[in-house]
């Protein structure tokens, strides 16, 4: 422990019966060799986030199964921070993205559009294995060499 001194914390939880549930905690600071004084973490938590592992987690499934006005109102929260839940829960399940192009052999490319006018964004399909392996905003010979940089 570094000091005496607590911070008091709050993080926002999944609601239980429809009552909005939130989680206060005194934390530490502590002394890191590596990284110097830091609050300690708490492990229901992701680092510097204030909500838990669980809502995160329940966000991103959300996120993926329904539409994103459907998911703000169920959490109550909006957009924005949906997509910060979004991305911890990614870099937690998957913190080395490389390994989706270990054994990498057949692949499809698409450009496909996602509003009116011309935004496209274009998405790299593992064929064996029926998963995305990377996708990227625009449609160019440049936004494809990214992928083939990041492959090799």
Not at 28 to 50: L, M, Q, Y
Not at 71 to 95: F, G, N, Q
Not at 127 to 133: A, L
């Amino acid at each position: 422990m570094y000091d005496r001194q607590y911070e008091k914390r709050k993080w926002r939880a999944l609601d239980f019966g429809g009552v909005i549930v939130e989680l206060y905690s005194s934390t530490c600071r502590i002394n890191c060799p590596e990284h110097g004084v830091k609050t300690a973490s708490a492990p229901w938590a992701f680092h510097d986030s204030g909500f838990t592992k669980d809502f995160d987690m329940m966000a991103t499934f959300l996120a993926i199964n329904i539409n994103r006005s459907v998911v703000s109102e169920l959490l109550r929260c909006d957009w924005h921070t949906v997509m910060r839940c979004i991305s911890r829960a990614k870099d937690y399940l998957e913190p080395d993205p490389k390994k989706r192009y270990e054994g990498l052999e057949n692949i499809g490319i698409d450009e496909t559009s996602y509003r009116k006018g011309h935004s496209y964004v274009t998405v790299v399909v593992n064929h064996d294995t029926n998963t995305v392996v990377w996708c990227s905003l625009g449609h160019s010979t440049e936004v494809l060499s990214k992928f083939f940089e990041e492959l090799t």
